[in-house]
């Protein structure tokens, strides 16, 4: 008798926004009059997998011609929105302004592909909280839900040629993004969205330092009224007793550095997105992340029978793509990529804390099973994962 098949787990159900989407809209239209006489949103869509952090809209922009016909202008555009603090949004603070000047800081200092930003509006008053607008560029991206891992999606079905491109010219945009100058993105200095931090130093170690500092605050943010996670702070104590000896030089750190952000024409980057979680740091930051983000969808698909991608984005393979790329040979990638597990929790703990607060989930007798990743972080805090 043949083995069953197995099933995929179910999506979560998770509450993104408590925002009324038509007057969300006519409070847009109302902005955009005021901006351009006569401009208006022909489309208006937010997608299903909106809210984990900043709410996106897209919407088709029309502009009335200037020769005074009835023939519209129409164009693609992104609304970036600060996340609904009344659907027990995933960070503390959503600084629209600090996200828009690191794109800005990104295109003119760099070749990383960014959307060509429009508008920046702080003013809570015109949509209930500060936004910025850019432009939508076309392109695909490795979903989430169900994760590309699973099969039945572009990536996966790819040729593994194709598969191996798509890994390496995203490895070359943390490479470029990387010699942005420290000096141009000064203004990172200093606590962001997800808890990250950092400042211009080289290599004191000092950025590490606030990174993990600032991450420590965001974890104790979380937790604040809540139980607390045995393994979250057994992981910062790991952390502790194995810092490295040399960090290395700081660099812009995208903070969010997976495929999942980033916009794909054919298997080559088109635009480089979500940039909340930007900081300064060493470069092992966003390799780490890059690293992780994909072993914890290939982890949840094995460990439910499916084989995913094991030969896709492994540490080795992005280690070596940007050592050619840089010349600079990545290093401490154990401490690193635990890191960004413990990263990872922080936000999937207040994820599941934010179920619980809208009844979607009950709670658990143990948080750490809020942590759908807690039997990998475990792993690599006792030296048995990689």
Known sequence: MSSPTPTPPPA????????????????????????????????????????MSSETVLF???????????????????????????????????????????????????????????????????????FFVMERIEGRVPPDIMPYTYGDN????????????????????????????????????????????????????????????????YYHWV???????PLIERAFDWLDAHWPADPGPTVLSWGDSRIGNILYAGFDPAAVLDWEMAALGPRELDLGWLIYLHRFFQDLTEQTGYPGLPDFMTRPSIA???????????????????????RHANVMLRIGYRQIHFDERPPPADPDDLIMHRTSLEAMIEDRYW
């Open 12 to 51: 979560p159900h998770l509450t993104t926004s408590t925002r009324d989407p038509h007057l969300l809209r006519q409070r847009l239209d109302a902005w955009l009059h005021a901006r351009e006489p006569g401009a208006h949103t022909r489309s208006f869509h937010i997608p299903s997998s909106n809210g």
């Open 60 to 130: 088709d922009l029309a502009v009335p011609h200037r020769t005074g016909t009835a023939r519209q202008h129409l164009r693609p555009c992104v609304l970036r929105l600060a996340a609904d603090p009344a659907a027990y949004a995933a960070f503390p603070v959503y600084d629209m302004e600090r996200q828009y000047r690191t794109i800005q800081a990104v295109a003119a200092n760099s070749k990383v592909p960014v959307p060509a930003l429009q508008w920046l509006e702080t003013d809570t008053a015109p949509l209930g909280a500060p």
């Open 154 to 217: 572009w990536l996966y079905d790819a040729d593994p040629a194709d598969r191996e491109h798509l890994e390496h010219a995203t490895v070359d945009v943390l490479a470029e993004l990387h010699t942005v100058p420290v000096e141009a993105v000064a203004f990172l200095a200093g606590e962001t969205a997800g808890g990250s931090a950092g400042g211009p130093s080289d290599a004191s170690g000092s950025a590490l330092r606030d990174h993990v500092s600032a991450q420590r605050d």
């Open 223 to 229: 937790v604040d009224g809540r139980p607390r996670s």
């Open 320 to 342: 070596a793509r940007y050592r050619d790329a840089t010349g600079h040979t990545p290093r401490d990638l154990d401490f690193h990529t635990l890191y960004a597990a413990l």
